[in-house]
Every structure is written in C-alpha cells, then in structure tokens.
C-alpha cells in the first residue's frame, strides 16, 4: 500500500532562519506531488506542483522553492524564513492516477 | 483563475441534516471534491463528482452541476465527531487541485 511521510510535525524557527520540510512517498512511483499552506482559520494556498524530477510549477511567487531530487521525495525550503510564512505546511500526491490528493500529517510551523 | 467560494461557518444539531454549499469559476474544469478536516489535522478525502448528479457515500452525498459552477455536500444524521471544516476543491489547469477556505460546521447536542 501507498504512505506519505512528512516531517518534523512541529517547528519553531527564529526570522531570518533556513527551512527545509521533507516529504516522501512510499509504495508507488512517479507520483504528482503537491505543497499546500494553509494559513490559521483559512484554506489551503497551493504553493507548488511536481509531475517528476526536477520538474517543479510554481504557483505564487513567494519567500519559499522545492526540489524534487529523487521521484518520491519533495522538498520545501526558504534561504530566509518571514514571519508571514508561519503556518500549517501539507504535503500531497495524487493517487495512482491522479485522481485524488492524499495528504501527510503536515507541519505546524511558527516563525517568530 | 480559480475562485472557490462557500460559506465560512454553520451550525447545525446532532441528528439533522445539513447542505454544505460551494460555487466554483475555474478553466480546465476536471472535478470537485470534498474533504473534511479536523482542527490541527491533515484534510481527509470524503467524496468527488466529475459528471453532474449526485453521489452518496453512507452519510455524506455530494451533487455538481458543472453548467452552474455550483456543488453541495450533504450530511445526514449529523453526528458530534462530524464538527469539522469541510473543504471544497477544484481539479483543473491540468492536475492540480484549488482548494476554497473551508466551511466550520458546528455540531450541536
């Protein structure tokens, strides 16, 4: 069967600090990836899209990227983090076929 | 674009029925889904409609009418661990998923 890891579940970083969240997918390959944040109290914010290695869309222009590296594992990452960028991180794939996203556990990050 | 729109927070009462609206704009329309997701959880997958008509799973029926950019979700029986929020999303512009701000339902005894 199919599982999406996502950590750590709780993060608190000073402004100014690097980020890296990790995501990995296990029981599948070539899977569509997906970021989402979702801001207290609102919706989730697609952040970025990966249909294979190397191949990240962005979809707003922000403080954050990705990378792919390997074909089940994506990477959100900001050189600099912002106090806008607190919130709840989640990572998804899109099933087998794309037909539906499948979500980690998320990160609840806090940058103060 | 993708504009998502349904409303911020319901209440209804344990036992009950309630319809859970969204209206969509989007280009390259390929779905609607919904999740539920639980406070400081991750959203989890409760239904989706590609074809107009109505879809039901136990307690939770979904309905889409593509012409009219317009979706409802439908619970029955309305249970406690039913409060949640309740998210609607679009698939479009070829794969991804747009989500709207989420419907909070407050279930009351």
């Known amino acids: 069967s199919q599982t999406i890891h996502q950590w750590p579940a709780t993060l608190v970083q000073p402004v100014g600090s690097p980020l890296s969240l990790e995501c990995t997918v296990e029981g599948t390959s070539n899977p569509n990836l997906y970021w989402y944040r979702q801001a207290a109290g609102r919706g989730l914010q697609l952040l970025f899209y990966?249909?294979?290695?190397?191949?990240i869309s962005s979809e707003v222009p922000q403080n954050l990227s990705a990378s792919r590296p390997q074909d089940r594992q994506f990477i959100l990452s900001s050189k600099k983090l912002l106090l806008s960028d607190s919130g709840f991180y989640l990572c998804?794939?899109?099933?087998?076929?794309?037909?539906?996203?499948?979500f980690g556990s998320g990160t609840q990050l806090s940058v103060l | 674009g993708q504009n998502i729109d349904q409303p911020t927070e319901m209440t209804a009462t344990e036992g009950a029925i309630v319809q859970i609206n969204c209206t969509y704009q989007t280009s390259g329309f390929n779905g609607l889904f919904w999740y539920q997701q639980h406070a400081g959880e991750a959203p989890t997958f409760l239904s989706y409609n590609v074809l107009d008509g109505l879809e039901e799973k136990g307690r939770f029926s979904s309905f889409l009418s593509r012409s009219k950019g317009y979706s409802y979700l439908l619970l029955k029986e309305l249970q406690m661990k039913d409060s949640a929020s309740y998210l609607c999303a679009v698939k479009a512009d070829f794969n991804k998923f747009y989500f709207g701000s989420g419907t909070k339902l407050n279930v009351k005894p």
């Open positions: 990966s249909v294979g290695i190397g191949q």
């Open positions: 998804a794939w899109g099933g087998t076929d794309n037909e539906k996203l499948f």
